[in-house]
């Protein structure tokens, strides 16, 4: 079905011309005609990936493929324990990967089953409960308090209807809803009053609709849509560690081809040269990357669980220390979905509410007065808040060892607020119960109570409402000294109090009573003024500084909402994003290009009245300037972008099912100051990750180096190849791994976000490996040679002279490395600060000296290993060329840091 205007455009009569139906609904056979032409209201299952095809999808990993055929090599080589660690290693990374992934695609059926089961309709005239699937457009449906709205309608009758929209469009309250045809035709999602959507919920009141779209034509269904057109990012993670294995699988094989073919130019067999060239070439290939990537990540995820965030991607973790913008939402994010009563107005006085959130309490602060003044003002604001207390269905509950409200979130403000300064609301019923009531609706904005106590005869009205429509219902004011008449300038100075409240954000009612009140018909006129009361959704405290912490650590907070665009203007000025920069609105957004929202993207602090689609536009925009951009959010509305997003981040208590299972992280105590706690662990993965492949890599160049300058310069080669492999697991091995639990470095959360481009490999990354793979190479060389040459004077054979050098060689290089992995614990900081502060490096070092003194003098392996039983003038000789390294990378370290201040001075002046 297709109008030409939109929906909530067309009078309910037009509507129903246009669909050919009538108030009575549709008859049984027209609905089942319409529903074979246009399918049933529910949304389709996506295309599902099986188990086969996310396994599949492991094996396309590089480093991943690289690794099995390392496999197949040290099985040839007769490696059995070199093969069978590098086979765990695999497997371990390639379940961890399937795990992650299996559950990343069920964000449809998360929409599927938010989808209302049953609807009652009118069919053929009568009242019909229906599976929901069942629905067409221009059936008529039946809504009441706590139904789930079961497809897009547009109300053809509302009587003091309210929707809880928040999932859908984000707004904070419950939207008051009405039939009458509305004008301008470009009104987004929350200004369209006279419309129900799918998915969202009936909170007050009853009414009737008339479906105008089902299934993926609703609202619901469209997000659906957008959800299913956004494919997964690859983390910067991810990206790095591709290039990685890309450069090391030309490595490994350029070393293979450069090293058999040297040896068989120099004469030495073609077989031997192949399987030393081989075990080389497996060195070169870090097997122990991925677990070092999957146990620090893992070790990331359980910090962050006892921070209260819930990762189902680990990858997601190292993102999050890449983040440089966070796009959040407002309503229960960075705000609590609590409305609170901020500020009191009566007779003149203006006090305000301390507190946040449905737990009653807080202090009343009055203005600066003498005591007698102050406890007549304190009169007062108890009797404006009994008289809203009474005039409301809201009520307040102990659960849970906290507090949970009962009925609208703007009359639970008036409860709360009330119960702050001793009123009891159980309490004033039972003094005063009710006995009549006239109901809010959206026409009168105004409720209306009558109480009458027991042992009194008169009935007293009580009233609350829009400002503008309480103050018309009354002549009198209640002033500390009495009543008098409410005159024209009492009636100018309670107006400027309203408007200063609301230009605040504050959502402003105002109260009003009537004593002795016949009924009904003689209550809402000739009212005594009470006063103002003046409430929001308040930020959450911690948010705040968590976005104080996030400026600190360069990332920037973006306000998207859906609410009013002077109430996220109030609450991220109060939080600390609005700095400077614009609001806009959803209708400025539809009138920008996307490159025009590229251009302003960096002027623009907050967003309002926005739809999914111009999330989605938002974080596109900034993704396209390079930026990693996080999502926050809790309801159906944010599920695309929060898919869409490098990160996003979902809310656990308050957040739906499609929300969580879009995003990679939740929030288990819907807090964003959790997110800063990821951010920094996030840093520190990468850090640790970075520390790995630094100590990895150089210790690469330092065995290339040693065999290559052996090779080139004629000598014997300087290792076997079983001592290469077993150098190759020392390193990749228990040192490797300690990296992963090193502490991060304290000044983590105070360095702006890195990069994504600049990747793993920066220039004092890349010169600091250098400096230690050629020193290595440098003392390596020189030691084996110097052996080679004084074994002479020690009367041994040429065998066993070349098994000396070589057992010296081995262990230097070995010891060298060892010393490596205490100065790679920092590209930056000397090797002095905390050197002992990570225990489990210092555990690994203690365990492989000992394997190492085993391999040395212990007979089965010493024969195994072909080495030589040194003396104590030998280890002294090898251990002070060992130590040389520390020095060495410490001057290094020096030049980097002495650099990084110049070009620091350079850009600053």
Known sequence: MSTTRPWHCLTATEALEQLQSSETGLSGAEAAARLSRDGPNELPRADGVSPWQILAEQFKNLLIVILLIAVALSALLGEVLESIVIAVIVLFAIGLGFLQEYRAERAMEALRRMAAPQAKVLRDGREQLLPARELVPGDVILLGAGDRVPADARLLEAVNLRANEAALTGESVPVSKDSAALDAPELGLGDRINLVYSGTDIGYGRGRGL???????????????????????????????????????????????????????????????????????VAVVPEALPAVVTISLAIGVQRMVKRHALVRRLPTVETLGSTSVICSDKTGTLTR????????????????????????????????????????????????????????????????????????????????????????????????????????????????????????????????????????????????????????AAREQIEQAARALAQQALRVLAVAYKPEVKGKDDAEHDLIFLGLAGMIDPPRAEAKAAIADCARAGIRPIM???DHPETARAIAAELGILKGGRVVVGRELDAMSQAALEAAIEDIDVYARVSPEHKLRVVTAWQTRARVCAMTGDGVNDAPALKKADIGVAMGR???????????????????????????????????????????????????????????????????????????????????????????????????????????????????????????????????????????????????????????????????????????????????????????????????????????????????????AIGPQDWLLVLLGAVSIVPVLELAKWLIRRTASTQRTLVAG
Not at 212 to 236: C, D, N, Y
């Open 211 to 281: 479906v105008v779209a089902t299934g993926l034509g609703t609202e619901f269904g469209r997000v659906t849509g957008l959800l299913a057109g956004v494919a997964q990012q690859r983390t910067p993670l991810q990206q790095n560690l591709d290039k990685v294995g890309r450069v090391l699988a030309i490595a490994a094989g350029s070393v293979v081809v450069l090293i058999a073919g040297l040896g068989v130019l120099r004469g030495e067999p073609l077989l031997e040269m192949v399987i030393f060239g081989v075990a080389l070439a």
């Open 337 to 488: 979905d609590e409305m609170t009563l901020r500020a009191l107005w009566a007779d003149g006085a203006m006090a305000t509410l301390s507190g946040s959130g449905y737990a009653p309490e807080g202090a009343l602060t009055l203005p600066e007065a003498s005591p007698s003044e102050q406890q007549a003002q304190r009169g007062l604001i108890e009797r404006l808040l009994r008289a809203a207390a009474l005039c409301s269905d809201a009520h307040l509950e102990r659960e849970d060892g906290g507090w949970r409200l009962y009925g609208d979130p703007t009359e639970g403000a008036l409860v709360v607020a009330a119960a702050k300064i001793g009123l009891d609301k159980a309490a004033l019923e039972r003094e005063a119960p009710r006995r009549d009531e006239i109901p809010f609706s959206a026409e009168r904005k105004r409720m209306t109570t009558l109480h009458r106590a027991e042992t009194d005869p008169q009935m007293v009205a009580y009233a609350k409402g829009a400002a503008e429509v309480i103050l018309a219902s009354c002549d009198r004011l209640q002033t500390a000294d009495g009543i008098r008449a409410l005159d024209a």
């Open 560 to 562: 998207i909402t859906g």
């Open 654 to 868: 308050t957040g739906t099912d499609v929300s969580r299972e879009a995003a990679d992280m939740t929030l288990t105590d819907d807090n964003f100051a959790s997110i800063v706690g990821a951010v920094e662990e996030g840093r520190g993965i990468f850090s640790n990750i970075k520390k790995y492949l630094m100590y990895l890599l150089s210790s690469n160049i330092g065995e290339i180096g040693l065999i290559a300058v052996a090779t080139l310069a004629g000598l014997p080669l300087p290792l076997s190849a079983v001592q290469i492999l077993y150098v190759n697991l020392a390193t990749d091995g228990l040192p490797a791994l300690a990296l992963a639990f090193d502490p991060p470095e304290k000044d983590l959360m105070q360095r702006p976000p890195r990069d994504p481009r600049t990747g793993i490999f920066t220039r004092p990354v890349i010169f600091l490996m250098l400096v230690g793979g050629v020193w290595s190479t440098i003392v390596n060389v020189s030691l084996f040679v110097h052996q080679l040459n004084g074994s002479a004077a020690l009367g041994l054979d040429a065998e066993q002279a070349l098994a000396r050098a070589m057992t010296m060689t081995f262990v230097s290089l070995v010891l060298i490395e060892f010393f490596k992995a205490y100065n790679f614990r920092s590209d930056r900081d000397s090797v002095l600060q905390r050197p002992f502060a990570n225990k489990w490096l210092n555990l690994a070092i203690a365990w492989e000296l000992t394997l190492l003194l085993a391999i040395v003098y212990v007979p089965p392996l010493s024969t195994a290993f072909g080495t030589y």
